[in-house]
Protein backbone atom coordinates (compact mmCIF):
# COMPACT_ATOMS: atom_id res chain seq x y z
CA UNK A 1 0.00 0.00 0.00
CA UNK A 2 1.36 3.70 -0.73
CA UNK A 3 -0.62 6.46 1.17
CA UNK A 4 -0.46 9.70 -0.86
CA UNK A 5 -1.02 13.56 0.94
CA UNK A 6 -1.40 16.65 -1.16
CA UNK A 7 -0.83 20.13 0.16
CA UNK A 8 -0.26 23.48 -1.03
CA UNK A 9 -4.47 24.20 -2.36
CA UNK A 10 -5.40 27.53 -2.34
CA UNK A 11 -6.78 30.65 -3.50
CA UNK A 12 -4.87 32.57 -5.90
CA UNK A 13 -5.11 35.62 -8.48
CA UNK A 14 -5.12 34.93 -12.23
CA UNK A 15 -1.59 34.93 -12.96
CA UNK A 16 -0.13 33.70 -9.42
CA UNK A 17 1.39 31.07 -8.24
CA UNK A 18 0.97 28.18 -6.26
CA UNK A 19 3.24 24.77 -5.73
CA UNK A 20 1.74 21.55 -4.67
CA UNK A 21 3.13 18.79 -2.46
CA UNK A 22 2.26 15.30 -2.62
CA UNK A 23 3.81 13.04 0.64
CA UNK A 24 4.34 9.38 0.04
CA UNK A 25 4.28 6.17 2.51
CA UNK A 26 4.10 2.76 2.83
CA UNK A 27 6.39 1.59 0.04
CA UNK A 28 9.43 2.31 -1.70
CA UNK A 29 8.43 5.74 -3.28
CA UNK A 30 11.24 5.41 -6.07
CA UNK A 31 9.53 2.46 -7.45
CA UNK A 32 6.08 4.32 -8.32
CA UNK A 33 5.57 6.73 -11.72
CA UNK A 34 3.94 9.57 -9.92
CA UNK A 35 1.56 11.97 -11.42
CA UNK A 36 -1.02 15.08 -10.94
CA UNK A 37 -4.41 15.03 -12.05
CA UNK A 38 -7.50 17.56 -11.64
CA UNK A 39 -11.27 17.90 -11.64
CA UNK A 40 -13.01 21.01 -12.35
CA UNK A 41 -16.65 21.13 -10.87
CA UNK A 42 -18.74 19.17 -13.24
CA UNK A 43 -16.43 18.21 -15.39
CA UNK A 44 -14.28 14.54 -15.73
CA UNK A 45 -10.96 14.35 -14.02
CA UNK A 46 -7.89 15.12 -16.50
CA UNK A 47 -4.27 14.81 -16.44
CA UNK A 48 -1.93 17.34 -15.74
CA UNK A 49 1.26 15.72 -15.52
CA UNK A 50 3.59 12.66 -14.47
CA UNK A 51 7.14 11.78 -14.02
CA UNK A 52 9.24 8.20 -14.16
CA UNK A 53 11.00 7.18 -11.11
CA UNK A 54 13.89 8.86 -11.44
CA UNK A 55 12.46 12.28 -12.08
CA UNK A 56 12.49 11.74 -16.28
CA UNK A 57 10.67 11.30 -18.54
CA UNK A 58 7.69 14.11 -17.75
CA UNK A 59 4.92 14.34 -19.79
CA UNK A 60 2.98 17.42 -19.28
CA UNK A 61 -1.05 18.48 -20.28
CA UNK A 62 -1.10 21.16 -23.81
CA UNK A 63 -3.14 22.87 -21.59
CA UNK A 64 -0.30 23.36 -18.96
CA UNK A 65 3.19 23.02 -20.81
CA UNK A 66 5.23 25.66 -20.18
CA UNK A 67 3.70 26.91 -16.85
CA UNK A 68 3.60 23.75 -15.07
CA UNK A 69 6.34 21.69 -13.72
CA UNK A 70 6.39 18.63 -12.26
CA UNK A 71 9.39 17.30 -9.77
CA UNK A 72 10.04 14.59 -7.24
CA UNK A 73 12.59 13.88 -4.42
CA UNK A 74 12.91 9.78 -3.53
CA UNK A 75 14.96 11.23 -0.78
CA UNK A 76 12.01 12.99 0.92
CA UNK A 77 9.53 10.30 -0.69
CA UNK A 78 7.70 13.84 -2.03
CA UNK A 79 6.56 14.73 -5.22
CA UNK A 80 5.90 18.68 -6.50
CA UNK A 81 3.71 20.17 -8.80
CA UNK A 82 4.96 24.26 -9.38
CA UNK A 83 2.32 26.08 -11.01
CA UNK A 84 3.07 29.39 -12.64
CA UNK A 85 1.02 32.40 -14.57
CA UNK A 86 -2.03 30.45 -13.29
CA UNK A 87 -5.48 30.73 -15.01
CA UNK A 88 -9.03 30.91 -13.76
CA UNK A 89 -9.43 27.40 -15.82
CA UNK A 90 -7.06 26.25 -13.48
CA UNK A 91 -9.40 25.63 -11.43
CA UNK A 92 -10.38 22.70 -9.22
CA UNK A 93 -9.13 19.64 -7.67
CA UNK A 94 -6.07 18.51 -7.90
CA UNK A 95 -4.75 14.71 -6.75
CA UNK A 96 -1.98 13.38 -6.96
CA UNK A 97 -1.65 9.55 -8.09
CA UNK A 98 1.15 6.44 -8.22
CA UNK A 99 1.47 3.50 -10.04
CA UNK A 100 4.24 1.08 -10.54
CA UNK A 101 3.24 0.71 -13.90
CA UNK A 102 2.67 3.82 -16.20
CA UNK A 103 0.19 2.63 -18.57
CA UNK A 104 -2.51 2.23 -15.65
CA UNK A 105 -1.22 5.69 -14.88
CA UNK A 106 -1.38 7.02 -18.16
CA UNK A 107 -5.07 6.19 -18.53
CA UNK A 108 -6.09 7.76 -14.95
CA UNK A 109 -5.94 4.32 -13.69
CA UNK A 110 -3.70 4.56 -11.16
CA UNK A 111 -3.73 2.11 -8.29
CA UNK A 112 -2.99 4.52 -5.22
CA UNK A 113 -4.93 8.08 -5.24
CA UNK A 114 -4.85 11.18 -2.90
CA UNK A 115 -7.71 12.67 -1.33
CA UNK A 116 -7.11 15.78 -3.13
CA UNK A 117 -6.49 19.75 -2.69
CA UNK A 118 -8.62 22.44 -3.56
CA UNK A 119 -6.88 25.09 -6.26
CA UNK A 120 -9.15 28.00 -6.96
CA UNK A 121 -7.98 31.05 -9.78
CA UNK A 122 -9.95 33.76 -9.51
CA UNK A 123 -9.94 35.92 -12.24
Known amino acids: QVQLVESGGGLVQAGGSLRLSCAAS????????MGWFRQAPGKEREFVAR????????YYADSVKGRFTISRDNAKNTMYLQMNSLKPEDTGVYYC????????????????WGQGTQVTVSS
Open 51 to 58: IGWSGFPT
Open 97 to 112: AADGVMERLRNGRADY
Open 26 to 33: GRTFSNYF
